[in-house]
């Protein structure tokens, strides 16, 4: 089974719908990542949470929202979506060694 | 500032050795990550760096200068499964291990046969 996980893998949307990407894991890490990717933009960091209790924004966390509901869960909601939302979504977690990625979600907001 | 730098395509031929260069100007440096992505996959970690020098591991190296802020990825025997997009990363510590990366726009690399 894989260590992270995301659902959905893909989504199309409208604009103005609120919707939530899952995230989970089962690696035992307190520290988890939101990125988006977008072509020529790389990653680029949303939120991030080192535990449960610890919510912090990223470079981009404009529009988006996060809730830590266990160790293993972390989730990002697009409250109200927008067409230059549309981009590759990855969860991701970490320990000293490295962030270890999910397989992401392809969001696709008309 | 944060900046990372690398560059954004590279070509190479199978059989063939690649460098790929990463240069970096953060606030701080608790180490500097290759991450490996395939179109449309998750990125996969391939190496990491704390120290000045050289870490091999298998047809990948990795080699490290902090006092030059710059970092390269040494691809060799390329295959054509190596055609992929190449992440430089470098963990930032203002204070304390945060653990948080920043990550470069990443290196397409196309391996022609």
């Known amino acids: 089974d894989a260590d992270v996980t995301q659902t959905p893998r893909n989504r199309i949307t409208k604009t103005g719908k609120r919707i939530m990407l899952e995230c989970s894991q089962t690696k035992g890490h307190d520290r988890m990542y939101w990125y988006r990717q977008d072509p020529g933009l790389g990653l680029r960091l949303i939120y991030y949470?080192?535990?449960?209790?610890?919510?912090n924004k990223g470079e981009i966390s404009d529009g988006y929202s996060v809730s830590r509901q266990a160790q293993a869960k972390f989730s990002l909601s697009l409250e109200s979506a927008i067409p230059n939302q549309t981009a590759l979504y990855f969860c991701a977690t970490s320990d000293f060694s490295g962030q270890y990625f999910g397989p992401g979600t392809r969001l696709t907001v008309t | 500032g944060q900046n990372i730098d690398q560059p954004t395509e590279m070509t190479a031929t199978e059989g063939a050795i690649v460098q790929i260069n990463c240069t970096y100007q953060?606030?701080?440096?608790?180490?500097l990550f290759w991450y490996q992505q395939h179109a449309g996959e998750a990125p996969t970690f391939l190496s990491y760096?704390?120290?000045?020098g050289l870490e091999e591991k298998g047809r990948f190296s990795s080699f490290l200068s902090r006092s030059k802020g710059y970092s390269y990825l040494l691809l060799k025997e390329l295959q054509m499964k190596d055609s992929a997009s190449y992440l430089c990363a470098v963990r930032d510590r203002p204070s304390g291990n945060t653990g948080k990366l920043i990550f470069g726009q990443g290196t397409t690399l196309q391996v022609k046969p």
């Open positions: 760096n704390v120290l000045d």
């Open positions: 949470s080192f535990d449960v209790k610890d919510i």
């Open positions: 953060t606030s701080g440096f608790n180490g």
